[in-house]
């Protein structure tokens, strides 16, 4: 099984709009993180934000935030105020276990293309 | 700049010659990782380094491919006998075990082509 899924190959938004980019995750370890990063067409990949497993409330940064919906186990990245910006991959990925240092697994990704 | 850096950022070879990639991590970070990514793909897991150790492989790693951080410092991939299957972007990643997230932050990654 797919231990990140990302359904939506490409989402449209229109500028100034909220927009809702969806993950779920699959693991039996108890301790995990989520993550969200941004890859813009020249390649460099952003860290936007970060969910612990034991985190009781959802995560925010700026106008990224995340909702997490542990029973669902599902982490979707919410982008309010969409910019022209805002347009690139944005992949989901996981980290398992209490080890910080653990590698990530990451989603197939998420193209977001922001219109004018 | 202190981020991790990536050499060369493009490298075009013939099918079969040999090639190596440098990582230069941020300089506290003591754990390494290295990443491949195809066209329009997720970035998929090779290795990590815990300082000089080589502490997880994955199975994607073929016995053409070595890594290593002799120093725990800067790392090498190398890739033999070079097929095309293997042109993708090579990803470079350094986190820290001091607290935290556990964020991996990237390089800007080296692209292989592999005529």
């Known amino acids: 099984a797919q231990k990140i899924t990302q359904t939506q190959p490409g989402m449209f938004v229109q500028e100034k709009e909220a927009v809702t980019l969806d993950c779920t995750y699959d693991?039996?370890?108890?301790?995990?993180?989520l993550f969200w990063y941004k890859q813009p067409s020249s390649g460099e990949m952003i860290f936007l934000i970060y969910?612990?497993?034991?985190?009781?409330q959802n995560a925010t940064e700026g106008r990224y935030s995340l909702n997490f919906q542990k029973a669902r186990k599902s982490a979707n990245l919410v982008i309010s105020a969409s910019q022209l910006g805002d347009s690139a991959m944005y992949f989901c990925?996981?980290?398992?276990?209490?080890?910080?240092?653990?590698?990530?697994?990451f989603g197939g990704g998420t193209r977001l293309m922001v219109k004018p | 700049d202190t981020g991790v850096s990536q050499d060369p950022r493009h490298k075009i070879t013939k099918r079969g010659q040999n090639v190596t990639f440098r990582c230069d991590p941020i300089?506290?970070?003591?754990?390494l990782y290295w990443y491949r990514q195809t066209l329009g793909q997720g970035p998929e897991f090779l290795t990590y380094?815990?300082?000089?150790?080589?502490?997880?492989k994955s199975r994607l790693l073929s016995d053409r491919f070595s890594a290593e951080r002799p120093k725990g410092s800067f790392s090498t991939l190398e890739i033999q006998r070079t097929e095309q299957g293997d042109s993708a972007m090579y990803l470079c990643?350094?986190?820290?075990?001091?607290?935290?997230?556990?964020?991996?932050?990237f390089g800007e990654g080296s692209r292989l082509t592999v005529l």
């Open positions: 990643a350094s986190s820290s075990l001091a607290g935290g997230t556990g964020e991996l932050f």
């Open positions: 693991t039996s370890d108890p301790s995990y993180g």
């Open positions: 969910q612990g497993s034991y985190d009781q």
């Open positions: 990925a996981m980290r398992e276990g209490y080890n910080a240092g653990n590698m990530l697994t």
């Open positions: 300089s506290e970070h003591n754990r």
């Open positions: 380094f815990q300082n000089e150790a080589q502490l997880e």
